[in-house]
């Protein structure tokens, strides 16, 4: 099973931010939160991870919980091409073994 | 730099026929993967594996067979397809090390009549 669990959709208007929440309750200290994304039905694209501390790329920022339960990612200026599944992952430090994606949350950008 | 390579895009097969979907990278990734999507679903695990030699199960096995001769490439064989199996699959690569991100290829579209 996921060891994540997000909200199956949300909406957002264009232009602003989109929050997406992830919930991760029983990650361990090795392992980090990684964010995908997929448009459509291509395969799915990477944005950012991190372990415990924020991060941000030309994409999004990844605001972590500092218990590390939670996240959020940030798009802060949404588009209409942002409109797409965005999947929430653990994945362990040290090596891949298996990488499970939940149902992820469907984002949909309103004009 | 191609990434992953999938073949084919699309296939249409007769329940009971086999195939091999083939995906190749040209990143040097120890670890590739194997995942079924179907219509409005996330994405499933089927098989993966860590290095030449090594595979193991993932989410969803059963009805498919792996291996792992090169670094390069990892085909996913269904030995007899049924129509449970009507599904895109994807296939992933991602580097060793901490901050390895997984890329994927295009997908393959298989329906099995």
């Known amino acids: 099973d996921a060891k994540t669990t997000q909200p199956p959709s949300m909406d957002c208007a264009e232009g602003r931010a989109a929050n997406l929440p992830c919930n991760h309750s029983t990650i361990s200290g090795n392992e980090y939160v990684y964010w995908y994304r997929q448009i459509h039905s291509q395969g799915p694209q990477y944005i950012i991870h991190g372990l415990k501390n924020n991060e941000t790329n030309e994409m999004a920022s990844l605001i972590i919980t500092e218990d590390r339960k939670s996240s959020t990612l940030i798009l802060p200026h949404a588009t209409l091409r942002d409109t797409a599944v965005y999947y929430c992952i653990v994945r362990g430090g040290t090596s891949y073994d298996k990488v499970i994606f939940g149902p992820g949350t469907s984002l949909s950008v309103i004009p | 730099n191609a990434g992953v390579t999938q073949t084919p895009k699309f296939q249409v097969l007769k329940t009971g026929q086999s195939m091999t979907l083939q995906c190749a990278q040209d990143m040097n990734h120890e670890y590739m993967s194997w995942y079924r999507q179907d219509p409005g679903m996330g994405l499933r695990l089927i098989h993966y594996s860590v290095g030449a030699g090594i595979t193991d199960q993932g989410e969803v096995p059963n009805g498919y067979n792996v291996s792992r001769s090169t670094t390069e490439d990892f085909p996913l064989r269904l030995l007899s397809a049924a129509p449970s199996q009507t599904s895109v699959y994807f296939c992933?690569?991602?580097?060793?090390?901490?901050?390895?991100?997984?890329?994927f290829g295009e997908g393959s579209r298989l329906t099995v009549l």
């Open positions: 992933a690569s991602g580097g060793d090390g901490l901050s390895g991100e997984l890329f």
